[in-house]
């Protein structure tokens, strides 16, 4: 694997988790709409129809949150092994902070005390150390 590749492959989890946060915040949304429906008084005209189907999006979306959230478990413990596959501490550190944490090259140069720049050097040799999927180290 290409360390343009273990980037990538490491980089999915902070996308799954914005997957994650959107999903919860639309099955928040939904349950307000149908919280919405069932206080309107009966006069007003709705039907069981509407809130059956307020009931059937909130069901949809917290299965595939369900999915999703098993998705990203499976996927942290992966980049978990990655990491804890490297020897060196500055780039287990580094790559936590990156990838698990989800910081910004800036914001971890800020924690680790380094250069943007210096960071860089040391993820490249993190990336050709890192075992993946069970592959050799390199």
């Known amino acids: 694997m290409t360390n343009q590749e273990k980037v990538q492959f490491l980089s999915r989890y902070k996308s799954l988790g914005t997957e994650v946060d959107r999903l919860a915040q639309e099955i928040c949304r939904w349950e307000n709409r149908k919280k919405a429906l069932e206080m309107e ?3 007003s005209g709705k039907t069981e129809g509407e809130l059956d189907g307020s009931e059937q999006e909130i069901c949809c979306l917290q299965k595939e949150l369900r999915r999703k959230i098993r998705e990203i478990l499976f996927l942290r413990r992966k980049i978990d092994r ?3 596959s490297l020897k060196d501490s500055t780039q287990r550190l580094l790559c936590s902070l990156r990838y698990l944490d989800g910081l910004t090259w800036e914001e971890v ?7 943007v720049q210096h960071l860089h050097k040391i993820h490249v040799k993190a ?6 999927d069970g592959e050799g180290k390199r």
């Open 41 to 43: 008084p009966l006069t």
């Open 82 to 84: 990655a990491i804890s």
């Open 109 to 115: 140069a800020e924690k680790m005390y380094y250069s």
């Open 127 to 132: 990336l050709a150390h890192m075992e993946l």
